[in-house]
């Protein structure tokens, strides 16, 4: 293994308790455990899943200019955002490209009374781009912008039965705290931000904390759940469960090559107001974006892969995004690139997979819908 890959606080953990450890994003990271990723996929979609994701990167953007800084950098409106909401947004380049995708926290600031600041959940690959990026916009501004990804552990708990498990765990009300909202709190005493969010489908919270407590706070979770049957979950089901939902993966859905737009990401954008990037994502909706994200089913067996060309009438017309087995749905399906005109339901396409077309059919996204749309 390539020592010059970072290893997590709960690295040592996954080893011993037979987590297959893989590279991720520059990490060493555990892809599955002796359970199995299917399995593990479905203890989250039946009782609840235990992850470390502390590859993931943490930002703070603090000062009297952070929210009209935000805005420019943000494709989101965070003046919409209350005390203790989150949002998803991205952060794009000038012709539209996605720098990243984020989920973005207003919270009341501990340095300062009465002043609020920005809390940012950035992907791991693109950390230090994120930053670097926003540093070099900030200069005209008053704010400060720290990279806390060092110091501060991120774990998800996701389930329909994590919210209950975890509201035994602490002093919170956590049956008060909505979808998309945040709540500051302790567990064990220690302090932790609680967001009511997460990348899975299903419900759940995305938890924030000192990382000298990561242990601590690792094993009393998966103690306490442990009579409903919650189990660690590697990278492989973490991967299949955000699949079935649709939800996009930097490098995959969307790139520096691809926008939002593109890959049906609006509700993250706000077009009424200016940001980086805004004309040219403008200009894709009101022309209509192509090519697009779409959903398809495999007719013939087949397992469609990453990159696999899609074939219309014997011509290569785009591109497979993710592509695998879906545990839940126990069906073959895949997010592809497409012409518009071949983006309808039931438009029949074709995947070249080791050199042979296998038939399949353009479907409705998402394939599984998630808790808060329930």
């Known amino acids: 293994m390539e020592t010059s890959l970072k290893r997590t606080v709960l690295y040592h953990w996954h080893v011993e308790h037979g987590g297959r450890m893989v590279p991720f994003a520059g990490w060493e990271m555990p892809v599955q455990y002796p359970t199995g990723p299917i399995q593990e996929h479905h203890i989250t979609r039946q009782a609840a899943g235990l992850f470390d994701i502390d590859h993931m990167g943490q930002i703070e953007i603090r000062g009297p200019d952070a929210e009209r800084f935000l805005n420019l950098v943000a494709t989101y409106d965070v003046q919409r955002m209350a005390l203790y909401d989150a949002h998803y947004a991205l952060f794009c380049y000038a012709d539209g490209g996605t720098i990243d995708d984020l989920f973005i926290y ?15 959940a950035v992907n791991a690959a693109n950390r230090e781009k994120d930053y670097a990026w926003l540093k070099a916009h900030a200069r005209n501004f008053d704010v400060h912008v720290r990279d806390i990804s060092d110091e501060t552990y991120m774990l998800a708990f996701q389930g329909p039965k ?23 709190t302790e567990i064990g005493g220690v302090p932790v931000l609680l ?33 409903e049957g919650v189990k660690p979950i590697g990278l492989a089901a973490r991967d299949s469960l955000r699949f079935e939902p649709c939800m996009p993966l930097y490098g995959h859905e969307i790139s520096a090559t691809i926008s939002p737009v593109q890959a049906r990401l609006t509700f993250g954008i706000t077009f009424s107001k200016p940001f980086i990037g805004r004309d040219a994502l403008l200009k894709q909706k009101l ?16 397992v469609p892969r990453e990159h696999y060309p899609v074939l219309h009438n014997g011509n290569e017309v785009g591109f497979v995004t993710t592509g695998m087995f879906s545990p839940t749905l126990k069906k073959y399906l895949g997010m ?5 005109e071949l983006s309808s339901p039931g438009t029949e396409i074709a995947i070249l997979i080791r050199s042979k ?9 998402p394939f599984y819908i998630p808790a808060y749309r329930r």
């Open 106 to 120: 207003r919270l009341p600031d501990p340095e300062e009374e009465g002043k609020d600041y920005f809390f940012l």
């Open 162 to 184: 994590a919210p209950a498990i975890l509201d035994r765990m602490t002093p919170a009300d956590l049956t008060k705290v909505p979808r998309f909202t945040a709540v500051q």
């Open 195 to 227: 967001g009511r969010t997460g990348y899975t489908g299903e419900d759940g919270f995305e938890l924030f904390f000192p990382a000298e407590h990561a242990l601590a706070i690792w094993e009393a979770i998966l103690k306490e759940g442990e009579p």
């Open 287 to 302: 022309e209509r974006p192509d090519p697009i994200l779409v959903g398809f089913e495999m007719v013939e067996r087949g």
């Open 336 to 340: 592809a690139y497409v012409p518009r």
């Open 357 to 365: 077309p296998v038939q399949a059919k353009v479907v409705e996204m």
